[in-house]
């Protein structure tokens, strides 16, 4: 099912939300363009550079850098 409402929220062209194979949870994918994502970048300076590593990655989006890998 896709939602306008959420897409808007999160700044997205478009949301598709799904339930996983095995009923455990559900899978949002949020598509978005390349100025949506631009602008999403845009003040992120010096701190995460177009290039990052997994350290700077994982903190950016505050998740364990394993998870980021997985």
């Not at 949870?25 to 100025?35: K, P, S, V």
């Not at 845009?42 to 890998?69: C, H, R, S």
Request: proline share 3%; aromatic share 6%; hydrophobic share 45%.
């Amino acid at each position: 099912m896709t939602d306008p409402a959420i897409a808007r929220l999160l700044g997205a062209s478009e949301v598709i939300i799904r339930q996983t194979s095995d009923d455990d949870g559900i899978i949002i994918q949020a598509l978005m363009t390349h100025r949506q994502v631009r602008d999403v970048f845009v003040d992120t300076g010096d701190k995460y550079p177009e290039i990052m590593t997994y350290k700077q990655a994982a903190e950016m989006v505050q998740v364990a850098e394993f998870t980021l890998k997985g």
